[in-house]
């Protein structure tokens, strides 16, 4: 199937939001001086945390691995810089909960000193596509764009279907967030490159690099470096700023005119889809062996004096990337990680940049106000008018609130992508995303229940089956024992009657014909 | 240092309930003004008396009910409520039948339900249809429009009759009242004399009656503001006003000395007030957007029924009242396709 994008969709809904670009997005990407600290949690992406492989008092080079991948879904985590392990244990992390998890700290000898690359490539286009997965895997490398799903994933297509299209996601259509537009004005030759090797290792034909309308210097920049390597498989497209023209399936949508199957993934029909940071981070790692160790993160809103996007080392702590960009202004009161649309509000600021970590907005009252108390919902139907996945989020709401977590299954809770537009725009300031993350959240714990209670059942249904199976083996076994005893006494009985008989006759006869044989005793049989 | 933390998303485009019923009543007055013009002190009256005892209402209950009472009045709904239902009433009612019946609406079409939100029906249409079935002589005190008005009664003498049935010197109800355009082509149609002797009667202007026709026209205005504003949804207007036109151009175009035509039906009683203000109360009415079609559509067709073959003139608070019934299931049969979910 091949594509040509000179007729864009528009997908159901959607929202124009104040963009607050600019502040961030006019001056070059600052690097942060080494860190005092570096905090590495040990699950930085979606799946199975990592495991450690280094003890604390260890001394250990740039990019050295530090612990590996657990089970499939599972990624390494490399040492941002040359140091000592000063501690393995649980530290706060940026996590909505609130609760610490395990880390690796690393204290920075300041010699930021590289270990020699495992097993260097000279050209990966003479690798095989599963070579390629592993070096990514084995780089660390997750989804940059703020979900951290393990990339090499994605170019493992459980789905047997050839991919013929890769979507490159420069949409970045939160406000406030600026760190792709940096990146593809900055480093647009990586990501073209990183692009290369992945049209190599998906076999995939064609690539569309969407970037939003709003981002015109980034399309520019994008446009010069896919024309200066001249591989007209790559096409930067120019999408409308929507919110969330983002979204993996609302651009998928807008690209193509085509759905990705509900519950399904892109690579069902063909495509798959990274962000422009993932890619840049996959072209270093294969060409310059340089695993996943830093990111850029975007530093901005009214709370900080000087909006910029700093590329940080992973573990370093947030505070000292708001220091760096002039500190707090007076009223910050919010920090929030990812954008103002589906970002989470921390609750403090000594807390490690990790790989998602996208975006610290810092804001006042004046940007984001409190929420007022939330009202009754007066079913007005301006969430299902913006819902990108043309829900109906009045009725999940209505579900959600009564509990009812069949009925809300009915009505597609889990399509909801939590973009958070319904919630933008209700009247009634009615927090549903929260209510829709804690009834898919019951549903788990239900279903985890439910299997846990159907594996006890299995469980005790075998136990029955085996104390009735024992049971009657030993009954069997007693029954042939019985027996075996039985017949064993008729045939004493008969040899003592033969005896008997005998010693009769002898007697009758008068004179011994022969030698008595005394019955001998038989033993088990 | 320490923050708040809220869940997602961190902003909002600043709508909210108190402002959406601002806007609708807002909408509702050019309309409102009419009706005071054309039929007289009576309607301010109706007004007057329904709001003060509506609000004073819902903030009873709301403190019998152990809630705050302030950010419930906050919300205008009552007032709205109140306003829909003296729009709905005759000029010259005595005070207590829009005392009664917002008392009905607020107390226990509303928050027996359990208030805003929660109410399965109209509260003024409940209120409305409560008043018609109990107090059916009262409920057909219009008044002659300004212009066919020879004895109009003036602000102290519509007081008087309202809170104390007394006219002034040498008039008595039928010198100060007058059927409806509705009402009137009912009886007379019954009569068996032709729409067209029928409309040449003086209540009858250039498009449909006498000042209903301004009335009904700026609901309209009313309405296409509040669709351009987003507060209402445009699919109910459309589906009561396109499926009451729709009948009324059949039966029209099959026989017009005996049906009336599909601009009377449009413009007259509660037609516009009923499709922009009524059946467009989110509450009550469906919530999917096909659902919401089918949900006007409804209410026009019963409205054209009971117009037409029933036992009232105007028939706009058994369609909605009846379509309210319908709600659920309709949203239920309506679902959009969500994304992803196979064709």
């Known amino acids: ?525 | 240092m320490q923050f708040h933390t809220f869940s997602s998303p961190h902003v909002h485009n600043g709508n909210s309930v108190p402002a959406v019923m601002r806007d609708v009543l807002l909408a509702v007055s050019p309309g409102a003004a009419l009706m005071v013009y054309f039929f007289g002190w009576g309607v301010f009256f109706n007004l007057l008396i329904s709001s003060v005892t509506a609000v004073a209402a819902e903030a009873l209950v709301v403190k019998l009910r152990g809630r705050e009472v302030g950010p419930v009045l906050a919300d205008h709904s009552a007032l709205v409520t109140a306003v829909l239902l003296a729009l709905a009433l005759p000029p010259l009612v005595p005070w207590w039948v829009p005392f009664l019946g917002a008392l009905f609406a607020i107390v226990l079409a509303k928050h027996l339900y359990g208030g805003l939100g929660y109410n399965p029906f109209n509260p003024a249409m409940v209120g409305f249809v409560m008043l018609l079935i109990a107090f059916p002589k009262q409920m057909t005190l219009w008044t002659p429009p300004a212009g066919l008005d020879q004895q109009r009664l003036d602000f102290t003498e519509t007081a008087a009759c309202i809170f104390t049935h007394r006219l002034p010197e040498g008039l008595d109800y039928d010198a100060v009242t007058l059927a409806t355009p509705l009402d009137k082509v009912k009886t007379d149609l019954g009569t068996g004399r032709t729409l067209r002797e029928i409309l040449t009667a003086p209540t009858f202007g250039t498009l449909a009656g006498v000042g209903w026709e301004w009335a009904n026209l700026a609901y309209l205005l009313g309405g296409l503001w509040l669709i351009h504003r987003r507060r209402i949804a445009w699919q109910i207007p459309a589906g009561m006003l396109g499926s009451l036109f729709l009948v009324s151009l059949v039966f029209y175009g099959y026989d017009s000395d005996n049906y009336a035509s599909p601009l009377f039906h449009l413009l007259s009683g509660a037609a516009m007030l009923g499709a922009f203000f009524i059946a467009t109360d989110p509450v009550t009415a469906a919530t999917t957007p096909r659902g919401r079609l089918w949900y006007g559509a409804g209410i026009g067709l019963i409205v054209y029924v009971i117009r037409t073959w029933g036992g009232y003139p105007d028939g706009v608070a058994f369609g909605v009242l009846l379509m309210n019934m319908a709600a659920p299931t309709l949203d239920h049969y309506t679902q959009p396709r969500v994304y992803g979910a196979r064709r």
């Open chain 1, 1 to 525: 199937m091949s594509y040509d994008f000179s007729r864009l969709h528009r997908f159901h809904g959607g929202l124009v939001l104040e963009e607050h670009k600019r502040e961030s997005s006019e001056t070059p990407i600052e690097t942060l001086p080494l860190p005092d600290l570096l905090t590495l949690p040990l699950q930085q992406h979606i799946g199975e945390p990592a495991t450690p492989m280094v003890r604390v008092g260890e001394t250990v080079a740039k990019g050295q691995r530090l612990a590996r991948p657990e089970g499939y879904v599972s990624v390494p985590i490399h040492a941002p810089t040359s140091g000592k392990i000063v501690a393995i244990g649980d530290f706060p992390v940026p996590h909505p909960s609130g609760l610490k998890a395990p880390c690796i700290v690393l204290e920075p000898d300041g010699e930021d000193r590289w270990c020699e690359p495992e097993n260097p490539i000279e050209d990966y286009t003479a690798l095989d596509p599963s070579a390629l997965r592993n070096r990514i895997r084995d780089a660390g490398i997750v989804g940059l764009g703020g979900a951290g799903f393990p990339s090499f994933i994605k170019m493992n297509p459980a789905t047997g279907r050839p991919i013929d299209l890769l979507v490159v996601n420069g949409a970045e259509c939160e406000p406030w967030i600026t760190c792709d537009d940096r990146l593809m004005r900055e480093r647009a030759e990586a990501v073209v490159g990183g692009i290369h090797i992945l049209l190599h290792a998906l076999s995939a034909a064609q690539c569309a690099i969407a970037i939003e309308d709003n981002k015109p210097e980034a399309i520019a920049a994008m446009r010069r470096a896919v024309a200066s390597v001249g591989d007209d498989r790559m096409q930067v497209v120019e999408i409308p700023t929507l919110y969330p023209s983002g979204g993996e399936k609302q651009l998928i949508y807008v690209l193509t005119g085509r759905e990705v199957p509900s519950q399904g993934l892109p690579a069902d029909i063909g495509i798959v889809c990274h962000n422009p940071g993932t890619i840049a981070a996959i072209h270093d790692a294969v060409v310059h062996h340089r695993p996943l160790i830093s990111r850029i993160v975007t530093v901005t809103g009214d709370g900080v004096k000087r909006p910029a996007n700093v590329e940080a080392l992973i573990g370093t702590p947030m505070v000292d990337l708001i220091e760096h960009c002039g500190g707090y202004t007076p009223g910050a009161d919010r920090l929030i990680m990812g954008g103002p649309m589906m970002g989470y509000a921390l609750p403090e600021d000594d807390l490690p940049v990790i790989k998602t970590t996208n975006c610290l907005l810092v804001a006042t009252r004046r940007t984001l106000p409190l929420p007022p108390p939330p009202r009754p919902c007066i079913r007005c139907g301006e969430c299902e008018r913006v819902c990108p996945a043309r829900l109906l989020p009045q009725q999940l709401y209505w579900y959600a609130h009564a509990r009812d977590f069949d009925r809300i299954q009915d009505y597609h809770l889990f399509d909801c992508i939590e973009c958070g537009c319904c919630a933008h725009v209700c009247p009634s300031h009615i927090p549903l995303v929260q209510y829709y993350r804690y009834a898919k959240t019951e549903i788990w714990e239900i279903e985890r229940e439910r299997r846990k209670a159907e594996q006890a059942r299995q469980r005790h249904e075998a136990r029955l089956a085996r104390l009735e199976r024992e049971k009657r083996e030993r009954e069997e076994r007693l029954k042939k024992k019985r027996k075996a005893v039985r017949t064993d006494g008729d045939r004493r009985k008969a040899e003592i009657a033969a005896a008997l008989e005998r010693a009769r006759r002898k007697k009758a006869g008068g004179e011994a014909q022969g030698a008595a044989t005394t019955p001998k005793a038989q033993g088990d049989d």
